[in-house]
């Protein structure tokens, strides 16, 4: 596997466009296309929220009942969440349009949005930004960072990443990008993610595929433990690297899953990292726990906690977070046998030891809990198994940046 | 019911005190003491925290096991927990100094700790303070006052409650106290509650009683969705009224449920409007929901959210954020069907119709957001169920006083 530069455009057949739509911000780029020359096998995972956003429940239908996918179209301002029918028609219309300008299926068109939720959107700015985005697409990073930037809110950083594998003795890449930043606790996150690959795959086989990666990357990270109703995540698969279809779960699929999960655990690293008003990533990695979803539940309890968020923004290496945390996640274990190690890219410690607090050095905790990148580390020593969750400090602009999202 | 001035000593028989011990604050008091004349049927609920601290461990085997209790010993500023054996033989030793001081048995003293976790308590500092303790204790409303004083951490104001009601021809009176503001998301909340009566009750209908009421009351609050590892509720009841003892769930049981609900939801709401940082209360009442426990839920949803507690502080009524966080809080409903009022103690506005937004006016809503009590009814249109949990807003102060919190 081979990281290479770019993101959704990095495969080849995929385009990409950004462009200034003047939906709700004004002087910025806010909507976006992804669009394949050639038909696509979709594969989605949406939102466990009841008030689903009416792109979601359009995108399901076409992820479940149309042949291909062959364009995405994105917006970024409005989420177009408890909008009703009217709602739901605009996604229609959406999709009309972008059918007839780019001359594929109206149901192979899929649609995203991203913002405020209970707003209509413009209908006619959308459609006039369908007509600019199908006019400038192009399959060039330029285009994909076009693309990424048109997509973000509250995201201070454009979040991409691509890989290159060989499958069938082709070269198969795979590339994605997302924006989210706030409402983050995906239960696949207003996370939206779309993942571009040439690989030729059974729609079956890219769907599980998809279902089967994203339970320890994106639902393992959280910003604020509100699980939006909007979270997209949508994977294209169009075949064009000329590989032999994968059609069963060989080698071939282990290479694309192993390629699959660093581009989602990339891009979910990177969500959490640009979480609202975050200063530090905070990873949590349980170790030798008795099962997969206990290291899975200890972990994701210990980033979501407000206390060690606020712990970690005030480089205050509070055991006693960590503890409580790990204690009401809904796990039973045995306090007294839990170590806590805390680390940097610099410095690692044991904070603490069966259940009780080291004789550990303040100045080094402090400085470890300083740094951009900070993980903890819990044993529990009772199994084989461990997981990974990623979070960000809880600050004074995250307060700040929701207190004040409308205006 | 007749609401009268004071907490814990306003029930025949029982004493109160609070000094300064320097435990880990200093200049201010830090140690607190409940007594009864003569000896109390105790009921308890604990943190369902699986780390819980050595006095939730230490009251356990009191409630359950000890026929009585005499004796309440709080100190704030370490909660002891996270601290072993170590931390179990320092609430031993302080239960046989109070033993001693107070001539009762050493399984009638319950102890109670509120503060950092992981800190060992300076024992030679704590029996110092269980003797000044009994030494000034009294039955007056200013040592209640003092005892309520010395449980504070971070809490702004003194919480206690306290009625009066006839029960057998006799008066009886209910009294409380609490403490908390931080790390408080009781799952029956660091909360630490007191409730003293008079009443003559039986053993097992107390702890029933308690029980049943935690529910609707403590367990419906939260701060910062963080479940403590000390959160304590105790009730003593001492029989000093003079009622029939009651020993079935007769009318007299009904009027001390009452009153104890009176008294648990004062003093739950009093913890929610005094969270860290907060600047309002805010009350969520899901009203005509299928089930109680449906109402519960998705009301403690809508409280917990970090989305709408911001929301509340920026005095901004979106609309989205309350749909959002109903809709992931577990239960399956049609979010077409859901009205949304907003309330304060002057004006009332619908915010929300049949899932989507009225067209109300915002400068009304911003008044309404910018009460000292702001209050959310969602009415579900499915049933004839209803219930209210109750959080505040997530401010600055919020994180600042979490970002530093041991030094």
Redesign the interface.
Same mark, same amino acid.
């Given at each position: 596997m081979r990281i290479i530069e770019g993101g959704v455009t990095a495969a080849q057949g995929f385009e990409a466009a950004g462009v200034e739509a003047a939906i709700k911000y004004q002087n910025r780029k806010d909507m976006a296309m992804l669009y394949s020359r050639v038909p696509c096998r979709a594969a989605g995972v949406f939102t466990?929220?009841?008030?689903?956003a009416a792109p979601v429940l359009w995108d399901k239908e076409v992820v479940e009942h149309s042949p291909y996918a062959q364009a995405v179209i994105v917006n970024a301002g409005i989420?177009n969440?408890?909008?009703?029918k009217q709602g739901y028609d605009c996604c229609r219309q959406t999709a009309a349009k972008a059918a007839q300008v780019l001359d594929i299926p109206e149901d192979s068109v899929l649609v995203a949005s991203t913002g405020?939720?209970?707003?209509q959107l413009p209908v006619d700015k959308i459609t006039a930004g369908v007509e600019k985005l199908a006019a400038v697409k192009a399959d060039t990073l330029e285009a994909g960072q076009a693309a990424v930037e048109a997509m973000m809110t509250t995201d201070t950083v454009p979040k991409q990443a691509a890989v290159e594998i060989e499958i069938g003795g082709k070269k198969v890449t795979v590339g994605g990008m997302c924006k989210g930043s706030?409402?983050i606790?995906p239960?696949m996150c207003t996370m939206l993610g779309f993942v571009t690959t040439d690989l030729a795959i059974s729609k079956e086989l890219l769907q599980e595929a998809l279902r089967e990666d994203v339970v320890d990357t994106f639902n393992m990270i959280s910003v604020?433990?509100?699980?939006?109703?909007n979270d997209t995540l949508i994977v294209l698969a169009n075949g064009l690297a000329g590989n032999p279809e994968i059609t069963e779960k060989n080698e071939d699929y282990d290479k694309f899953r192993e390629a699959l999960n660093y581009i989602d655990t990339t891009l979910a690293r990177k969500m959490a990292g640009d979480g609202e008003g975050a200063t530090a990533l905070f990873e949590t990695r349980v170790i030798h726990a008795a099962t997969k979803q206990e290291a899975r539940i200890l972990s994701k309890s210990v980033v979501?906690?407000?206390?060690t968020k606020?712990?970690i923004?005030?480089h205050?290496a509070?055991?006693?977070?960590i503890?409580?945390? !790990?204690? @009401?996640?809904g %796990?039973?274990?045995d306090?007294?046998q839990v170590d806590i190690f805390c680390e940097s890219d610099e410095d690692r410690m044991q904070i603490?030891q069966?259940?009780?607090?080291t004789d550990y050095d303040e100045e080094t905790a402090t400085k470890i809990l300083s740094a951009p990148e900070v993980r903890v580390i819990v044993d529990m020593k009772r199994g084989e198994e461990s997981a990974a969750a990623w979070g960000c400090d !809880?600050? @004074?602009d995250? %307060?700040?940046i929701?207190?004040?999202?409308?205006?």
């Open positions: 466990s929220n009841v008030v689903k989420a969440a408890c909008t009703g405020v939720i209970g707003w706030g409402m606790h239960n604020d433990g509100d699980t939006s109703t979501c906690s407000s206390l606020a712990m923004y005030g205050d509070n055991v006693g977070r503890m409580c945390a !790990l204690g @009401y996640a %796990v039973d274990f306090p007294e603490c069966n259940g009780m607090l !809880l600050t @004074y995250y %307060v700040k929701n207190a004040d999202y409308r205006s």
